[in-house]
């Protein structure tokens, strides 16, 4: 497979660091921002001539910043999956999302079709959350989740949610994580079909060597599909205090076509396809008791990775959902695009169909004078000047509630910059533009242990750049710099999805 020009901070990793590296702190780091972030992502494509084409099928990499008494130590490790050693000592890929390869056999396809727990979907190079607050997993879009240790970053504990719930043949990376510890996410049943949410159960986790998690997922309710031989793609769903809402998007699965790819040899991207005219199904599911809302509500055609909060509220005596997104165009999206060689390129870079805009979605509740059997819901943006993606908010205080700013990581167009909108007025905005040659990742809200203010505190933003990859601290107000830690020569990152921010008391129960 040729190689082509590409953005040079959209490194490949060989190796992992083989020890923790200090940091040279700039500015005036807070004396309470105390904890460690964690982030993960894709850290290594490329094998010798070979190399994944696309940016999701990277081999994950986790990295932690320890920040403790003004100092700053950063660690990554390329974590040791068997689809990692299988590619190496196999000396060919393992793609899902990138073109097949060419390399592979039919027999060997036909076993990974018909063996679920396939060794090369324990690639979790998505998220990193917390569980219980006492115990680190690494996610992805398969069956797996990898169980850190949140000192080496090895990987101490290989999970399948397809073994421990039968009905559910996948999870995702975003669980909403509730007060308790305790989980509430969502996987592809396959029997029905239908998109099935589970809650995994943190309160009576008391022995933190436990070793299963999974086991204590109960499922919620199971939403079948709208489509015949077809599931929409999901990566995220919005929870409001008393419903989950998932959004039945335009980018769909094909069943069929997943199940000829292996003899057509064809990759999993292969088999999704973009439909710009299929109306976006928004269902509700009742948190409490797992009832699905009969009434059919539906909006404009969309894709969305991410939501960003969502909250009843009552308006003239009429209760309402406020359901917000980072969405993208439906006529011109297309996940094959996002090619690990295009990232952060011109070939990528400016394009309409990646240029994300938070918008909103409104979810009427009271309906008794509605006749028809699906209701329309309103779809605005929250701003029409920011490109929007990764978003963040003041998650531990606001999630589920109503709120006013969101913040994220403008990555699709020049220059790269974090964002900030206010999404009561959409006149309040706020952005941190960064030079050419240097890539920010998803900001992570920090918040002042005395908050004045909904947005009083720290944005923590992993950068890589030409010269030193650095911690940016931001002032999450107006975006001003107020320290960055810069790391020295030999350590270098590389590219991140998603993480998190352990503060003090939850980096102790981890470690």
């Not at 039968?166 to 989980?183: L, Q, V």
């Not at 699709?412 to 964002?419: D, E, G, H, M």
Request: charged share 25%; hydrophobic share 35%; glycine share 4%.
């Amino acid at each position: 497979m040729n190689k082509m020009a590409k953005n040079e901070l959209m490194r490949s990793l060989l190796k992992s660091l083989d020890a923790p590296v200090e940091a040279k702190v700039h500015g005036n780091l807070p004396e309470w921002v105390s904890g460690t972030l964690f982030r993960n992502g894709p850290g290594r494509f490329e094998y010798d001539d070979k190399f994944y084409e696309h940016l999701f099928d990277g081999q994950a990499c986790v990295h932690k910043f320890e920040i403790k008494n003004g100092k700053v130590f950063y660690f990554n490790k390329l974590l040791e999956t068997k689809s990692l050693s299988k590619t190496i000592n196999d000396k060919r890929l393992y793609p899902l999302m990138s073109p097949a390869d060419v390399s592979s056999t039919l027999f060997g396809r036909l076993k990974t079709f018909f063996n679920p727990t396939n060794d090369i979907m324990d690639n979790t190079n998505v998220n990193i959350v917390p569980f219980a607050h006492q115990q680190l997993y690494a996610l992805t879009e398969t069956h797996y989740v990898m169980k850190i240790d949140p000192k080496t970053l090895d990987i101490t504990k290989r999970l399948s949610v397809a073994k421990c719930i039968p009905s559910s043949k996948t999870i995702i990376a975003h669980p909403h994580t509730e007060a308790d510890g305790s989980w509430i996410d969502m996987g592809m049943n396959t029997s029905v079909p239908g998109y099935e949410f589970v809650r995994y159960d943190g309160t009576g986790l008391k022995d933190p060597s436990l070793d299963n998690i999974l086991q204590n997922g109960k499922v919620i309710n199971c939403i079948p599909s709208s489509h015949s031989y077809t599931m929409s793609y999901f990566h995220s769903f919005g929870l409001s205090q008393n419903y989950i809402i998932f959004l039945e998007q335009a980018l769909k699965l094909s069943f069929l076509s997943y199940a000829s790819s292996f003899v057509l040899n064809k990759s999993y991207g292969d088999c999704m396809y973009m439909d710009p005219t299929w109306n976006t199904k928004i269902h509700l599911i009742n948190r409490t008791t797992g009832e699905i809302v009969a009434k059919k509500f539906h909006t404009d055609p969309l894709f969305v990775f991410h939501h960003i909060n969502a909250y009843e509220k009552e308006i003239d005596g009429k209760t309402e959902i406020v359901v917000d997104i980072c969405a993208y165009d439906a006529n011109h999206f297309d996940i094959k695009k996002l090619k690990y060689q295009d990232m952060f390129t011109d070939r990528l870079m400016g394009q309409p169909g990646f240029k994300p805009m938070a918008r909103r979605i409104i979810v009427p509740l009271d309906l008794s004078s509605v006749n028809s059997e699906s209701v329309y819901c309103k779809i605005k943006d929250l701003n029409s000047n920011l490109s929007l993606e990764l978003p963040n908010i003041n998650y531990s205080k606001l999630n589920t509630l109503p709120y006013k700013y969101v913040y994220g990581a403008n990555i699709y167009q020049n220059p790269l910059s974090i964002v900030k909108i206010n999404v009561e007025n959409d006149a309040e905005q706020w952005e941190f533009k960064f030079e050419k040659g240097e890539i920010p990742t998803e900001p992570v809200f920090i918040e002042n242990p005395n908050p004045q203010s909904e947005d009083d505190g720290v944005l923590l933003v992993m950068c890589l750049a030409t010269d030193n990859d650095y911690l940016l601290i931001l002032d999450s107000k107006d975006l001003t710099e107020i320290a960055r830690a810069v790391l020295p020569d030999e350590a270098k990152g590389s590219f991140t999805f998603h993480g998190f921010f352990a503060d003090a008391v939850v980096d102790k129960a981890l470690n």
